[in-house]
C-alpha cells in the first residue's frame, strides 16, 4: 500500500470482510473518518460469510449480491457500476480458532459446515486440499484465500499454532509446500497473543507461487521470538510520527528475519532457516507415495542442542512404535459402574473372578487399576496405594443366572450405564473386552513432572494413560529406564503439542509412537535393580530433579544423583555427548518447560477477564451450589430405568420455544424447527431437555408416568435456571455468559 496515495485512492486498494456486524461496522468506520471531507469516502467493508466470495469460472472474487445492493445504498447513488479486482495482492487476516464441530453451533445454521467445507476446498472441480475433519475452521480460510490470490500475493494470517505438529495438520502443510513460498513462521516464547483465546497462536507470512524450483529452493525462516511482539513493535498511534516508528519497526523486524540464511540466536530471538524441498521430503512417506506431515513445530521451539543430538545419533535414536505399541488405557465408559473399591465390591457380594485374575506366576491377585497420573508417585506404582479395582465381566448374561454380578449388571442398566455411548458401542455393553496389563504408562499430558511408570505389578490402566506394550518384554526395564531419563524428558517437550494455552504439554497416541527413543535392542542399559532408588523413590518436578528453576542455575553436581547416573550412561556412554553438551540438555529442558508454564501465564490466572472476573473460580463456586443430583441424576434415575421408551432427536432452539395445540396435535416449535408430541406432557417434557442442551432424548410412551414426573424435573429445572441466574445475570458480557453456561452444561448430565 502507497501512503503518499490520496485517502479516497488508498480506500479503493483495501477490500474487507467479516461474517460479524460488529467488526465489518467497526472496520468501516475507522476508515471512513480518516478524512470526513471526501465525498467517495465509503470503505469496501461488507458484513459477508468469507466463504460466500465464489470464484468466476475466468479467475478472480465474485461479489456477493448483497454486498452490491448495500454499496450502491450506502453510496446514495442510482447505479454504480463496481470495479472490483480480479485477484489481490494481499489477503491479512485473523480467522476464528473455531474447531469444526463447534461451527454449527455457533452458525445455528443446518449443513452450514458441509457447505462451508464444500466451498471452501473446490475451485470448480479440483480439489485444492485434503484438510481432516479435525482441523480448525482456520485451516478452510487458507484454501478459500488461495483462489484470490495472485501468483506473487502474500498471506498474513495469525492462527492457532496446532497445524505445526498435529497429525491434522499435514494437509495444511501440503497446501503450503505446493502452493507457497513460505516466508516465515513467527511464535512467540514468552507470551500468548489473545487472552480470551484457549489456545498458542503463530503468525504465518506465505507468498504464492506457481514455480515448483522457487518454492523447493526457498529458505522458511523459523522465528521464535524471546521478548514481547511490543518490544520490536511499538502500538498503533494517531500521531504521524508514532505510525512512522511503528512502520519502521516493522521494516527492520522483516529485514533482519530475511538477512539471516543460517541458524542465528539472539536474547531476542532465534531464526532458524530451513529449506522448503527438506520440509517436503521431512513429510513424504515414499512407501504410501503421499505427503504424510512433520512436526514443525520443533524449528521454532527446539534448542540448538537437539539438532545436535540427532545429528549424532542417527542410527542410535528409533521412533517409540518400533520397539513398543501404543494404545488407549481402558475406555469404560461408564468409570463409577467399573471402578469399585474392595469394600464396594464386597458390600455388593461381588463374585472373585470379576474382580481378580491370575498372574504370570499362576496367583490369584485383584484387578488393580491406576485410575489417576495422580496415583504415580514413583516409577514403579505399588498396588498398595490403589484404590480401585477394575470389574472385568466376559460372560453371557444367561451364565451368569443367581450371582451377584448379574443383579448388580441389572442395577446398573436400570440407572442407563448401558446407554451410554462408549457401553453402547460394544456388545454385550458391559465387557470390556480381553484388556492385559500393559507393560507401562505413558501419561496424556504432561506439567512440571515427567513420568513413565514402569508396571512392575502388572496393573490395569485407565483412560486417562496410554498403554505402552513392547514387541519384546526383554527389554521392558531398559525401554522405562530411558523414559525416564532427562534426554526423554527433552524429546516430549519438542514432539509433544503446547496449543493449548494453559500451560499443558498434550500428546496423541500418534505422537507419543513417534516419539524419538534410544534402541533399546541394539544399546544396553544397566538393569533395573542397579537403579532401584530411582525406580522407588518418589518423583518431583523437573525443576526439583535437575536442582534448577532456570537455565543459569543448571550445574551437573545439582542433578539428583541417581538421575544423573542414568543420564551418564544414556546421554554420555550411548550417544557420545560430552559433559558441556549434557549441560545443554538439562538447560534446555529447563528452558522449555519453564517457558510453556509462564506464557500460560502472561495474561494472568487462567479465567481472568477484562471484566474481571474468574471464570473457572465462578463456575466451581456455581457447581457447589448446584450440588450433584441434576439433570444427568434425574434422567438415569427416573427415565433410563423405564422399559417403555422411545427416541427423540432434539434441534436447537434459535428463537423462543414454545408449546401449541395445532390441528393435528402437540407441536413444541423454535424458529422453523419443531417436534411434534403425543401429548401436551410429552411437550412440556421435552422442552425442559431442548433448553437445558440435550441432542437427544428418551421419553416415555406412558403419559400417565409423564404427568407424575413432570413437577419434579420442572421443579428441579427451575432451581438450576434460578441459582445460575443469581451468579450471572450481573455479567453484562454476553459472551462472557455463554462462555459459563458452556462450561455448565456438562455438568448438569454428569
Not at 87 to 97: A, K, M, Q, S, T
Not at 206 to 216: G, Y
Not at 478 to 504: D, K, M, P, Q, W
Not at 713 to 731: F, T, V
Request: charge should be positive; proline fraction near 3%; charged fraction near 30%.
Amino acid at each position: 500500500m502507497n501512503n503518499r496515495l490520496a485517502h479516497q485512492d488508498i480506500l479503493e486498494t483495501l477490500w474487507g470482510v467479516d461474517i460479524a456486524k460488529f467488526p465489518a461496522h467497526l472496520s468501516t468506520i475507522n476508515l471512513a473518518i480518516n478524512d470526513l471531507g471526501v465525498l467517495k469516502n465509503y470503505p469496501n467493508i461488507a458484513q459477508e460469510d468469507f466463504f460466500n466470495l465464489s470464484v468466476k469460472p475466468e479467475g478472480g472474487v465474485e461479489l456477493t449480491e448483497r454486498w452490491r445492493k448495500l454499496r450502491l445504498k450506502t453510496l446514495g447513488l442510482e447505479q454504480k457500476e463496481i470495479i472490483h479486482p480480479r485477484w489481490f495482492d494481499c489477503i491479512v487476516g485473523n480467522p476464528p480458532y473455531t474447531r469444526q464441530e463447534e461451527i454449527t453451533e455457533i452458525t445455528e445454521k443446518k449443513g452450514y459446515k458441509e457447505s462451508l467445507i464444500d466451498k471452501a476446498l473446490y475451485y470448480g472441480r479440483q480439489k485444492l486440499a485434503d484438510i481432516s475433519k479435525r482441523a480448525g475452521i482456520y485451516a478452510y480460510f487458507f484454501v478459500h484465500g488461495t483462489k484470490f490470490l495472485k501468483n506473487g500475493g502474500r498471506f498474513g494470517f495469525i492462527v492457532s499454532n496446532s497445524w505445526l505438529d498435529v497429525d491434522y495438520g499435514k494437509g495444511l502443510q501440503e497446501l503450503f509446500l505446493k502452493n507457497y513460498k513460505i516466508v516465515a513462521i513467527i511464535e512467540s516464547k514468552v507470551e500468548r497473543w489473545f487472552e480470551d483465546a484457549d489456545v498458542n497462536t503463530c503468525i504465518i507470512i506465505l507468498e504464492r507461487r506457481k514455480d515448483q524450483k522457487e518454492r523447493d529452493e526457498n529458505l522458511v525462516r523459523f522465528v521464535y521470538l524471546f521478548k514481547p511482539l511490543r518490544h520490536f513493535i511499538p502500538p498503533a498511534h494517531d500521531m504521524w510520527e508514532k505510525q512512522k516508528q511503528r512502520l519502521d519497526a516493522i521494516e527492520n523486524l522483516k529485514k533482519t528475519i530475511l538477512f539471516h540464511n543460517n541458524f542465528y540466536q539472539t536474547d531476542e530471538y532465534r531464526i532458524y532457516p530451513k529449506k522448503q524441498s527438506e520440509l517436503w521430503e521431512e513429510g513424504f512417506d515414499a512407501e504410501e507415495g503421499k505427503y504424510t506431515g512433520s512436526k514443525w513445530g520443533k524449528y521454532l521451539r527446539a534448542p540448538e542442542i537437539f539438532f545436535k543430538i540427532v545429528e549424532k545419533s542417527k542410527n542410535r535414536l528409533v521412533p517409540l512404535k518400533e520397539i513398543a505399541d501404543v494404545r488407549f488405557g481402558i475406555k469404560t465408559g461408564a468409570n463409577e459402574f467399573f471402578y469399585l473399591t474392595e469394600e464396594e465390591i464386597k458390600e455388593k457380594g461381588i463374585e472373585k473372578e470379576f474382580w481378580i485374575h491370575k498372574d504370570d506366576k499362576g496367583e490369584w491377585v485383584p484387578n488393580y487399576v491406576v485410575k489417576s497420573p495422580q496415583e504415580c508417585k514413583s516409577i514403579i506404582v505399588k498396588p498398595d496405594i490403589l484404590k480401585h479395582r477394575v470389574l472385568l465381566i466376559n460372560k453371557d448374561k444367561k451364565h451368569l443366572k443367581g450371582t451377584h454380578i448379574l443383579r448388580y449388571l441389572n442395577e446398573g442398566e436400570r440407572k442407563g450405564f448401558d446407554k451410554r455411548p462408549t457401553c453402547e458401542s460394544r456388545s454385550p455393553s458391559y465387557n470390556l473386552g480381553n484388556q492385559q496389563p500393559p507393560d507401562g504408562l505413558w501419561f496424556k499430558a504432561f506439567n512440571e513432572r515427567v513420568l513413565a511408570p514402569l508396571n512392575t505389578y502388572r496393573l490395569f490402566s485407565s483412560d486417562r494413560f496410554y498403554a505402552i506394550y513392547l514387541h519384546n518384554k526383554i527389554y521392558k526395564n531398559r525401554l522405562f529406564l530411558y523414559l525416564n531419563s532427562t534426554l526423554a524428558a527433552l524429546i516430549v517437550e519438542l514432539f509433544g503439542r503446547v496449543n493449548l494455552g494453559e500451560g499443558a504439554l498434550d500428546n496423541m497416541t500418534y505422537e507419543a509412537a513417534s516419539m524419538l527413543v534410544v534402541d533399546i535392542r541394539k544399546h544396553n542399559i544397566e538393569d533395573g535393580r542397579a537403579f532401584k532408588s530411582l525406580l522407588e523413590r518418589s518423583i518431583s518436578s523437573i525443576f526439583d530433579e535437575l536442582g534448577a528453576l532456570s537455565p543459569e542455575e543448571v550445574a551437573l553436581e545439582k542433578v539428583k544423583a541417581d538421575r544423573r547416573e542414568l543420564d551418564k550412561i544414556i546421554m554420555g556412554d550411548i550417544l557420545g555427548l560430552t559433559d558441556d553438551e549434557q549441560l545443554e540438555v538439562y538447560r534446555a529442558v529447563v528452558d522449555l518447560v519453564r517457558s510453556r508454564i509462564e506464557k500460560a501465564k502472561s495474561f494472568g490466572k487462567k479465567g481472568k477477564t477484562k471484566e474481571g472476573i474468574d471464570v473457572e473460580l465462578l463456575t466451581r463456586t456455581i457447581k457447589e451450589k448446584l450440588g450433584d443430583k441434576l439433570l444427568g441424576h434425574f434422567y438415569r434415575e427416573n427415565i433410563l430405568n423405564q422399559k417403555n421408551l422411545k427416541k427423540v432427536k432434539l434441534f436447537h432452539p434459535t428463537k423462543d420455544i414454545h408449546i401449541k395445540n395445532e390441528l393435528f396435535g402437540w407441536r413444541l416449535s423454535s424458529g422453523k424447527d419443531h417436534i411434534d408430541c403425543q401429548n401436551e406432557a410429552e411437550a412440556e417434557y421435552l422442552k425442559i431437555w431442548l433448553e437445558s442442551g440435550l441432542e437427544e432424548g428418551r421419553v416415555p410412551k406412558d403419559e400417565s408416568y409423564l404427568l407424575k414426573i413432570l413437577p419434579e424435573l420442572k421443579a428441579l429445572k427451575e432451581r438450576i435456571d434460578k441459582i445460575i441466574s443469581e451468579h450471572i445475570s450481573s455479567i453484562t458480557s454476553q459472551k462472557l455468559q455463554n462462555k459459563i453456561m458452556q462450561k455448565l452444561q456438562g455438568e448438569l448430565f454428569t
